[in-house]
């Protein structure tokens, strides 16, 4: 019997204590943590198999490369630019997930702030499988409006995310 890692939440973004969560998930074959920790921790990599994402900069210097307390901004779901601090970052090793986990934010009036935890789990499994686990938690009223929506364009887009880093690191 095998037991899969979760994701480590700070208390303020728990699941299902936001105004929005979703998660995404998926286990195949072939593949492993490595072959797709870089797809995911490249940003310059993102829009080429991703297309929810957009004008990604690193305003502090540093880059494209994603690290412990990297700041950096990126349009997505049609917000502006939000600004992204990294707080969790561990690549995979033997017998340890890759873990990515990054805080956005968005000011402004009341009606217009956004928070949002986006965490990110790969682990390699017995059988030559991979898991990659891609959760988010978000705060406020942009958030609760997205919540809203059907289909889900929050759940839709995550799944695009994981489908298309699988595609990149599967070639």
């Given at each position: 019997?095998?037991?899969?890692?979760?994701?480590?939440?700070?208390?303020?973004?728990?699941?299902g204590?936001?105004?929005n969560?979703?998660?995404?998930?998926?286990?195949?074959?072939?593949?492993?943590?490595?072959?797709?920790?870089?797809?995911?921790?490249?940003?310059?990599?993102?829009?080429?198999?991703?297309d929810n994402?957009?004008?990604?900069?690193?305003?502090q210097?540093?880059?494209?490369?994603?690290?412990d307390?990297?700041?950096?901004?990126?349009?997505?779901?049609?917000?502006?630019?939000?600004?992204?601090?990294?707080?969790e970052?561990q690549?995979?090793?033997?017998?340890?997930?890759?873990?990515?986990?990054?805080?956005?934010?968005?000011?402004?009036?009341?009606e217009?702030?956004?928070?949002?935890l986006h965490?990110?789990?790969?682990?390699?499994?017995?059988?030559?499988?991979?898991?990659?686990l891609?959760q988010?938690?978000?705060?406020?009223?942009?958030?609760?409006?997205?919540?809203?929506?059907?289909?889900?364009?929050?759940?839709?887009?995550?799944?695009?995310w994981?489908?298309?880093?699988?595609?990149a690191?599967?070639?």
């Amino acid at each position: 019997m095998s037991t899969q890692n979760a994701i480590n939440w700070p208390e303020k973004y728990t699941p299902g204590t936001g105004d929005n969560f979703v998660s995404n998930e998926v286990i195949v074959a072939g593949l492993n943590a490595a072959d797709l920790w870089h797809y995911l921790v490249d940003t310059s990599e993102w829009e080429s198999y991703y297309d929810n994402v957009a004008d990604i900069s690193f305003p502090q210097g540093g880059g494209p490369e994603l690290k412990d307390g990297s700041h950096f901004s990126f349009g997505t779901f049609g917000f502006p630019p939000l600004d992204a601090q990294v707080v969790e970052f561990q690549a995979p090793a033997p017998d340890l997930p890759g873990r990515l986990s990054w805080t956005a934010k968005q000011d402004g009036k009341p009606e217009e702030r956004l928070d949002v935890l986006h965490a990110w789990l790969i682990e390699d499994l017995p059988g030559d499988r991979v898991r990659i686990l891609t959760q988010e938690t978000q705060i406020g009223a942009p958030a609760a409006a997205l919540a809203q929506e059907r289909p889900n364009p929050m759940l839709n887009g995550h799944q695009a995310w994981l489908d298309g880093l699988l595609r990149a690191a599967a070639k």
